[in-house]
């Protein structure tokens, strides 16, 4: 006999024992992957100046990952690669122009997010030449799988109402 109350059931035996006891994305662990001040070359922002001469920008990300550590076997494809993180940051500037630091952003966070061991990101990006005066000038970005793919498909159904 098991009756549920709130997230904790109470079996026959009598012990207390959460009810999502055999999910087991949540009794993992995770680990972080961290790219910290990466300046790079890029064709950002929405004066004329900007569009026709790249500026330094610099990039940060803390990328939460699960743990999957035990069972990697020395096998840079098992885990999220900071090496790899870094080429596809260069490949999305290569790209072309980009009006705004958050649409940077959401970049960042797609290249991220398609990769399902990757939970949570949080990104600092500046722009370093902008004012004589600051050191740098930017934005942090935090978002976590769960709310960024409620979001994604939330956006996709806004653009086909646009389309009809």
Known sequence: MSNKFKNISVISTGSWVPSDINNQKNTMGTYEVQINELTLMASIGIHKHEKIKKQRVRISLSIQVIDNLN????????????EKVIKNLKEILSTGHIELL????????????????????????????????????????????????????SNLNIEKILEE
């Not at 990697?72 to 999220?80: G, L, Q, T, W, Y």
């Not at 722009?127 to 769960?146: N, Q, R, T």
């Open 71 to 82: 069972i990697v076997d020395e096998s840079i494809d098992n885990v999220v690669s900071y």
């Open 102 to 153: 958050e649409t940077l952003g959401e970049k960042i966070s797609d290249m991220c997010f398609n990769d399902k061991r990757i939970l949570r990101i949080w990104m600092k990006l500046e722009k370093l030449d902008v004012f004589s005066d600051a050191k740098s000038v930017g934005i942090e970005i935090v978002k976590d799988k769960k709310n960024y793919s409620k979001k994604k498909s």
